[in-house]
Nanobody, 122 residues
Framework: VQLQASGGGLVQPGGSLRLSCVASGFTFGDAATGWFRQAPGKEREGISCIMWDGRTYYADSVKGRFSISRDNAKNTVYLQMNSLKPEDKAVYYC?????????????????WGQGTLVTVSS
């Protein structure tokens, strides 16, 4: 199983980015897919997940600004990030879980992408 995250970069405050996560050897539509982030000196934080049936969940820190979606045909999960703030700066990871319930607990995810850096700065 391989997950590959991409789409990070440098963006000004208030800007937008869309992250992508492509999977091989795993079907995203089978269970849960999550996005996590880790800022320097901080613990990894679960920010969003999408379930096999399309239900979506968000951490309070990103609710209303970020949107997770999935393209089953492409076996790709996206994270649309709008109204970015300097505090959103982090390495963003996608992860896949075989659990059948939503979770932001990183220990419950089985497969991880390599991370993509998002920097929000003027």
């Amino acid at each position: 199983v391989q997950l590959q995250a991409s789409g990070g970069g440098l963006v000004q405050p208030g800007g937008s980015l869309r992250l992508s996560c492509v999977a091989s050897g795993f079907t995203f539509g089978d269970a849960a897919t999550g996005w996590f982030r880790q800022a320097p000196g901080k613990e990894r934080e679960g920010i969003s997940c999408i379930m096999w049936d399309g239900r979506t969940y968000y951490a309070d820190s990103v609710k209303g600004r970020f949107s997770i979606s999935r393209d089953n045909a492409k076996n790709t999960v996206y994270l649309q990030m709008n109204s970015l703030k300097p505090e959103d700066k982090a390495v963003y990871y996608c992860a896949a879980s075989q659990k059948w319930y939503p979770t932001f607990n990183s220990a419950e995810y089985d497969y991880w992408g390599q991370g993509t850096l998002v920097t929000v700065s003027s």
